[in-house]
T-cell receptor, first 110, second 111 residues
């Protein structure tokens, strides 16, 4: 099974960039990399996804290593509302296997 | 608002009760999921339905019984639960294996 590894927790200061890493050394050529975040008392919400190229959207940027064995979610200017648990997952398309790991708990300090 | 609605938001039940959690989506998605999230623990995938057919059952005890009558509705029937089953139960849907849309969850307390 493709698995991901993330740091348990990270801290950031408000209005500074945040780089959240994810290792997925067993990724296969067809696995997409998805990122979600879970705000307190809510269900997870989709942030961004990519396959090979770096991706940008209004929430974040995703930088994917050339060998695809790691990726980084970039929040360009962290706000207090970005405090959440961030999950990196590799959905398995053949069986709808959408498993989550422990994620990274991001704390944003004012 | 994600388009995935779960009811009830909160549920307290005794160990001998029978209750059901409901999930509804009108996003046209073909896959629906149940996840369990215990306090301070990661999300655990419980069940997956693809086009109303169960495709994944991750060794979930039989006291949890899912039902998917159509692509828009998913139920989780609960009976003779244990206190350790107290958790946040989250429903999600997706189109094939594209991005997941989660509901707000049902916070379940088993007394």
């Amino acid at each position: 099974d493709a698995k991901t590894t993330q740091p348990n927790s990270m801290e950031s200061n408000e209005e500074e960039p945040v780089h959240l890493p994810c290792n997925h050394s067993t990724i296969s050529g067809t696995d997409y990399i998805h990122w979600y975040r879970q705000l307190p008392s809510q269900g997870p919400e989709y942030v961004i996804h990519g396959l090979t190229s770096n991706v940008n959207n209004r929430m974040a940027s995703l930088a994917i290593a050339e060998d695809r064995k790691s990726s980084t979610l970039i929040l360009h200017r962290a706000t207090l509302r970005d405090a959440a648990v961030y999950y990196c997952i590799l959905p398995q398309y053949n069986n709808n296997d959408m498993r989550f790991g422990a994620g990274t708990r991001l704390t944003v300090k004012p | 608002e994600t388009g995935v609605t779960q009811t009830p938001r909160h549920l307290v039940m005794g160990m001998t009760n029978k209750k059901s959690l409901k999930c509804e989506q009108h996003l046209g998605h073909n896959a629906m999921y149940w996840y369990k999230q215990s306090a301070k623990k990661p999300l655990e995938l419980m069940f997956v339905y693809n086009f109303k057919e169960q495709t994944e059952n991750n060794s979930v005890p039989s006291r949890f019984s899912p039902e998917c009558p159509n692509s828009s509705h998913l139920f989780l029937h609960l009976h003779t639960l244990q206190p350790e089953d107290s958790a946040l139960y989250l429903c999600a849907s997706s189109q094939l294996s594209e991005k997941l849309f989660f509901g707000s969850g049902t916070q379940l307390s088993v007394l």
